[in-house]
């Protein structure tokens, strides 16, 4: 069974509109699809799922407002997870 993997993105991305990115997670290293956890104004937390090939959110929020602030942010989640997904540290010390 495929172990879910995570990278942190708190304080990584900014908080924007009252959307605070917690962390990407996926199962599979090969899987093309994330999963984005967020909460929005310190409430319940909730999910996106991002397309790592096409660098694009597959959801959004409900507020157009919001989901502006939101899909702006696709691309440095993105690369973020880009560069950490594969990292030799990451890989180790998850698969544990």
Same mark, same amino acid.
């Given at each position: 069974?495929?172990?879910?993997?995570?990278?942190?993105?708190?304080?990584?991305?900014?908080?924007?509109?009252?959307?605070?990115?917690?962390?990407?997670?996926?199962?599979?290293?090969?899987?093309?699809?994330?999963? +984005?956890?967020?909460? @929005? *104004?310190?409430?319940? $937390?909730?999910?996106?799922?991002?397309?790592?090939?096409?660098?694009?959110?597959?959801?959004?929020?409900?507020?157009?407002?919001?989901?502006?602030?939101?899909?702006?942010?696709?691309?440095?989640?993105?690369? +973020?997870?880009?560069? @950490? *997904?594969?990292?030799? $540290?990451?890989?180790?010390?998850?698969?544990?």
């Amino acid at each position: 069974m495929a172990q879910i993997r995570s990278i942190p993105l708190e304080g990584r991305i900014a908080t924007a509109n009252g959307i605070r990115f917690l962390r990407a997670e996926w199962w599979g290293d090969l899987s093309r699809f994330v999963v +984005i956890r967020y909460s @929005e *104004r310190g409430g319940a $937390e909730k999910s996106l799922r991002m397309d790592i090939d096409k660098r694009v959110f597959l959801d959004h929020v409900a507020d157009p407002a919001r989901d502006k602030v939101v899909q702006k942010q696709a691309l440095p989640i993105w690369e +973020i997870v880009a560069k @950490e *997904r594969n990292a030799p $540290e990451l890989r180790t010390s998850l698969a544990r």
